[in-house]
């Protein structure tokens, strides 16, 4: 049980494309966001549609994986932990982030072939 103390599983869709940073040390990190959708009916039988928007984040090989093969709307899996990060922004006030550090891949939809 202590590999599920912070795991997070998730499919969803990419709502941009990874915007890949390197940095001197060569090392990569791609960040995004991406939608998770869940339908189900309320109280009165209504059909509702509920989306919620996640920021995720890759280093190293995933980033460079990312960086190559992640396209606006494209259908994942991923997998990996929640990270809580913070800074000052132009202002000086203190902002805090939650992001999801994926640490697997799968990519999910039809695969496309060339005519």
């Known amino acids: 049980m202590y590999a599920l103390k912070n795991k997070v599983q998730l499919i969803g869709n990419l709502g941009n494309a990874p915007e890949v940073k390197t940095f001197e040390s060569g090392k990569k990190k791609a960040s995004f966001r991406m939608a998770t959708t869940e339908v189900y ?22 980033a460079e994986i990312a960086e190559k093969h992640l396209t606006a709307g494209k259908e994942v899996a991923i997998e990996g932990k929640l990270v809580n990060r913070s800074y000052d922004d132009k202002d000086g006030n203190k902002k805090y982030i939650t992001e999801i550090q994926v640490n697997e891949l799968l990519l999910l939809g039809v695969k496309t072939t060339e005519a």
Do not use: C
Not at 43 to 59: D, R, S, Y
């Open 41 to 62: 009916r309320n109280a009165k039988g209504e059909k509702v549609k509920e989306t919620t928007w996640h920021n995720l984040i890759m280093w190293g090989k995933l």
